[in-house]
Each structure stands twice: as structure tokens, then as C-alpha cells.
């Protein structure tokens, strides 16, 4: 079978270019078009990868030029010719995220959605890929890290890798750069971690951690049936989270601190959120990845696709990620339920829950979620966050009714077993009628109401029956993200703007709906000047406003443009919207084993 034969060099680091060549053997003969996908899976937005294309050059093997011409924003026609066609472009990479390509003279990090073209009418081709290292000299000696089969490379080196077809193609992220790599096995399947930045992490640990976290995944679906190596690839910095996940790896970015060190004692917090989010990618190997919604089978990446299962996606992984954490001893019982009031916060934070079902929030994700803006608090509902709460509730509701005979899990393995294993997408209400069918129960109002509706849960009456008491208090500052009880900070009282402070200059980034700062005029985008004729800033917000009472009127000045305004401000009392969870202490003997049973 003929095959395309990409290849990827960092040509001018200190550019940032790299120059990817592509050799189509057998170019359709009324002119070949070649296409950049617009947005990558996993990360619903438009992204258009082509504006990063700087030249394309065309010519047959032997060198004659072939005119290419561009025929929207992200397709190109090479006139017809004989014989094998050789493509070739110059593509600009900087952007420092797990979505995009980033090369300077410290390393190179790419998605194929970024640098290779699509032979448009030949998808299904195998494709082969020769990793260059860089043309000139650059700083340190250069690895490669990526999940795609080798050919001729030796094991973490340069040269040739293949891959089935264009989309495996392009699912397949790769570092190139010095790199701390760790290596374990789970279940007999060999797994990496890559990691690129100064770090000073506890390598071993990290191994020994993320193995159990897998372990315990894999003991839930079951190894899928391709797996055969997974790599978590880890850009590490000094300020920095996200992650995007892949069939065969995941993308990550972190903190370095947020890494373990030697001798450190115990999961350190940072350490912990960086787990999760391990966790959280690892999973998507089989819930988006290899399970996906319909509309995804297969994906079109020239446009935006909508579907209203973002929630069983990103919300039961996010459900998932944390809970695999205690599931596994990694964290404590104590530990977990500290991250599910903090989740737990942020819904209740935000007004928007009441406005936007996780459903429309899903659907909307293109223009909505990836796109927020000052008002977003008040108008939209994340389907990760509250997603993962209303699979909480469903989680524990399903073991009540069924005395523990069915689970989440035992739906997710039906799912799995339905939508993932024969690789057949997953219909709009599939995850309702695997439910209804695994649990011969009518679960139609439970969807309606949490999932189409924007009703609260009735998560505090549902955790007490498994033993956890649920507690709201007022926060104690902006820094306060829940999941503990009040500390010794007085709260403050409600003002309902959002501040940030960036190079001496604090600006209002959101307004609350019906909050004190709304009513006075306050608006995105003011620059804080003072509050009480006192100099105000993004750090001294909250030292502010201790000083005062509830239906205290204190006078907020600020610049709005060139305008400076004088706006009064009737303070409120603090809202009760930070949660916090506790084991009961005396928990019967029936709730303390049903949350056993969901923990453990």
C-alpha cells in the first residue's frame, strides 16, 4: 500500500519555524488538495492552524515546481502532475500550550494538527514520519518523547516513527528537548513519563504513584485492546496547568513545584492537583478517546461540532480523576472530600449554574465555554465542574436505590462495553438508555431536571445518608477556595467584583449578577483606584473590606477609560457560598459502609 511520508524539522529555533516536507506518491490526478485542521480534539474551539502556515512550495520529485494555490482559510490545490509530489512548508510555532507547537532554541513541542496536512481523499493511507533534530545548534542534547511507533529511531531518538493513517497520525503530540524520563509497567503494559523543564522531582515516586492511579483505572474498563505503551508527556514551568489527552499519551503542563522532591513527606497539595490531573487525562483513554459521542465518529476538524455529551465526557472523568486518587490509597477519604467541597465551590460561586444546563453548556462549548468573558460567571455553567457533581449524585442515588447492586461503574463498564469496544459513537440520549436498560429503572426526571435542568443537587441530604456532613460558610477572602472549615479570618463583607492585579495597575475582571458592585455601576474593565479615599489594588481588596459592616456605603473610585468616577457601594452581608465536607463522627454502621463502598 502506498503511504505519505512526512518530515518535521526545527529548522530556525530562534524563529520559532519549523519546515515540515510531505511526499504523496500517488497525487489525485486532477490536482491534489492538501488541508490544516481548524480546531484539535479534546479542545472545542476553533483554533485555525493555518494562520501559522508562513510558505508553501510545491515540485515533483525531479524538481520541477507545481503551482499551489490556497482556496480557503485552511485548504491548498497543487495543480495536477506525474509522478510523486513533494510538498513542503515553513509553519511558525509558539505558542506554549498542550494545543499547539512551540519551538525556540531549549526544545520543540508539536500536535500534528499544527504541522501536518491531510491529503484530502487519501486519510486512510499509513503514514511514516522522520523527526529531524534541529539544523543548528541549540541549547543542551535533544531527546525525542512521543507515543508513536518507531521504525528506524532508536528509543527516544530521531528518525523515522509510523503511524495507520492521518488521524493516528496527528494524535500522537512529541517533545524534543532534555527530558527526565521515568518508566513503569501497568498490568504489563509499558508506561513513560516524560518531562521537560529544570525540575528537581522524585522521579521514582512519581512512577510508583501514577502506576497505582493506573492500576486502579484499568481494573475499572479493563486494558483496551490497542494499548500497548501510554506515555504522560510533561512540560514543566514555572506557572503553568492544563493537559490534553491522545490515544496512546497525554499532554500535560505543571508547576514544577508542583512535582514531589526527595524526602518530601506525605501529597503536598500542589502535588495532589498535579495527580489529578494525571488522573483525569489517564481516564480519558477510554471515555472520549476510544468512547466518544456519535457526532465525533468520525471527527470533522475542518468545523465546529456540537453535541450535548461534553458532560458524560469531561464531567464523569472529572468525577472520576479524584476519586481514583482515594480508590487507590493515594489520598485519604479526608483528602478527597477537602477537593469535592472545593469543586463543589465553584459551582455554587457561580450564578450561571441556574441559567445553563450542563447539556446546553456542552453543546454551546465552541462559543460559550472556550470563549468566556467578563460575564460568563453569571451566564454559563462549567460541564466539567457541575458535570462532575451531578455524576457524583447519580453515583450515590444508584447505590442507594440498589442497595449497592449497581453503580457508576457498572454503567460506564456497559457504556464501555457498548460504545467502546466496538468503536460505535455514542447517541445523544445513549448514556440515558444504557442507565435505564443496566438498571431497568425510569431515570427520565433525573436527567431532566439536573441535566436539562438547572436545578440545584440534593447532594447535602444524599452525603449524609454515606456518612459526610455538608457545611456552607462565607469566604474569608478571594484566596479562600473552600473545602475546610473557616480559619482565623474574619469574612468579608460582599462587594461581588473580581479583581486582578497585573504590572501595578488592579482592573475589575467580573461583576456578579445582583451584587452590591453591579448596582453601583461598577463594570469589567474599570481601573481601581481607591476604596474609602484609601488606595485599593487587587491584594488589598479583602484587608479592605473587613473594615466594614454590611449596609456600610463606601465610595469605590475608579478609571473607566480617561474617566475618573466616583461610585458609592452599599456593602452586603457575606454570602454563604464556600463549601466544606466532614466524616461524620458517629456515622451508623449502614453509612459508614456505604461509603466504604463508594471510596474504596
Known amino acids: 500500500m502506498t503511504q505519505h511520508r512526512y518530515r518535521i524539522t526545527p529548522v530556525n529555533p530562534a524563529a520559532h519555524l519549523f519546515e515540515v516536507e510531505l511526499e504523496i506518491l500517488a497525487p489525485a490526478a486532477a490536482g491534489q488538495q492538501l488541508a490544516l485542521a481548524a480546531w484539535i480534539p479534546g479542545s472545542y474551539m476553533v483554533r485555525d492552524y493555518a494562520k501559522h502556515v508562513v510558505t508553501v512550495r510545491a515540485e515533483t520529485v525531479n524538481g ?17 502532475c506525474d509522478g510523486p509530489l513533494k510538498v513542503t512548508a515553513e509553519i511558525y510555532g509558539y505558542d506554549l500550550s498542550v494545543r499547539g507547537a512551540h519551538l525556540d532554541t531549549t526544545h520543540a513541542y508539536f500536535n500534528g494538527t499544527c504541522m501536518f496536512f491531510v491529503v484530502e481523499g487519501q486519510e486512510h493511507l499509513p503514514c511514516e514520519l522522520d523527526i529531524q533534530p534541529p539544523s543548528v545548534e541549540v541549547i543542551g542534547e535533544w531527546r525525542v518523547a512521543t507515543s508513536m511507533r518507531r521504525k528506524d529511531a532508536e528509543e527516544y531518538g530521531f528518525g523515522t516513527y509510523v503511524a495507520e493513517n492521518y488521524d493516528e497520525l496527528i494524535d500522537h503530540p512529541v517533545e524534543m528537548g532534555v527530558l527526565s524520563i521515568g518508566e513503569f509497567d501497568v498490568k504489563g503494559i509499558p508506561h513513560a513519563i516524560a518531562i521537560r523543564g529544570r525540575i528537581h522531582a522524585d522521579i521514582g515516586r512519581l512512577c510508583h504513584d ?87 465518529t468520525p471527527y470533522d476538524l475542518r468545523q465546529e461540532v456540537h453535541t450535548g455529551l461534553l458532560w458524560v465526557f469531561e464531567g464523569i472523568t472529572s468525577y472520576i480523576d479524584d476519586l481514583m486518587l482515594v480508590r487507590s490509597g493515594i489520598i485519604t477519604p479526608e483528602s478527597y472530600l477537602e477537593l469535592l467541597g472545593q469543586t463543589i465551590t465553584k459551582v455554587y460561586r457561580s450564578s450561571g449554574r441556574l441559567k445553563q444546563s450542563v447539556e446546553e453548556s456542552s453543546f454551546d462549548a465552541w462559543t460559550k465555554f472556550y470563549k468566556q468573558d467578563a460575564n460568563s460567571t453569571n451566564a454559563i455553567v462549567s460541564y466539567y465542574t457541575k458535570g462532575s457533581l451531578i455524576a457524583l449524585l447519580f453515583d450515590l442515588l444508584l447505590r442507594l436505590k440498589t442497595s449497592g447492586e449497581h453503580t457508576l461503574d457498572t454503567v460506564m463498564r456497559e457504556c464501555w462495553e457498548r460504545f467502546g469496544e466496538t468503536g460505535v459513537g455514542m ?68 462587594l461581588g467584583a473580581s479583581l486582578s492585579g497585573r504590572n501595578g495597575v488592579s482592573t475589575v475582571i467580573s461583576v456578579q449578577s445582583d451584587s452590591p458592585a453591579e448596582r453601583a455601576g461598577i463594570a469589567p474593565g474599570d481601573e481601581v483606584v481607591a476604596l474609602a479615599d484609601l488606595k485599593l489594588t487587587a491584594d488589598n481588596l479583602d484587608k479592605l473590606l473587613r473594615r466594614y459592616a454590611p449596609n456600610n456605603i463606601v465610595t469605590m473610585t475608579v478609571f473607566r477609560g480617561d474617566e475618573l468616577l466616583h461610585l458609592p457601594v452599599t456593602l452586603a452581608e457575606p454570602r454563604l457560598d464556600t463549601c466544606y465536607l466532614q466524616l461524620q463522627l458517629s456515622a451508623k454502621a449502614d453509612r459508614a459502609q456505604r461509603r466504604s463502598a463508594w471510596l474504596s
Open 210 to 296: 501514577l502506576e497505582k492511579i493506573c492500576a486502579r483505572q484499568m481494573e475499572l474498563l479493563g486494558a483496551p485492546a490497542d494499548l500497548d505503551r501510554y506515555l504522560f508527556l510533561v512540560t514543566a514551568l514555572g506557572s503553568g496547568y492544563g493537559g490534553l489527552e491522545h490515544r496512546w499519551s497525554t499532554s500535560l503542563v505543571c508547576n514544577r513545584d508542583d512535582l514531589p522532591r526527595r524526602g518530601e513527606p506525605g501529597i503536598e497539595k500542589n502535588y495532589r492537583k498535579f495527580l489529578g490531573l494525571c488522573s483525569h487525562e489517564y481516564f480519558h483513554l477510554w471515555n472520549v478517546k476510544r468512547m466518544k459521542p456519535a457526532a465525533f
Open 427 to 494: 447517541p445523544e440520549r445513549g448514556f440515558e438508555t444504557v442507565v435505564a436498560e443496566v438498571t431497568g429503572a425510569d431515570w427520565t426526571d433525573f436527567f431532566e431536571r439536573y441535566v436539562r435542568g438547572t436545578e440545584d443537587l440534593p447532594l447535602p441530604q444524599v452525603l449524609k445518608d454515606f456518612g459526610v456532613d455538608w457545611f456552607m460558610r462565607a469566604a474569608e477572602g478571594a484566596l479562600d477556595n473552600g473545602g475546610k472549615p473557616a480559619g482565623s479570618n474574619k469574612p468579608t463583607t460582599w
Open 64 to 80: 520541477e515546481n507545481v503551482a499551489v494555490a490556497k482556496t480557503d482559510k485552511s485548504t491548498w490545490r497543487c495543480e495536477p
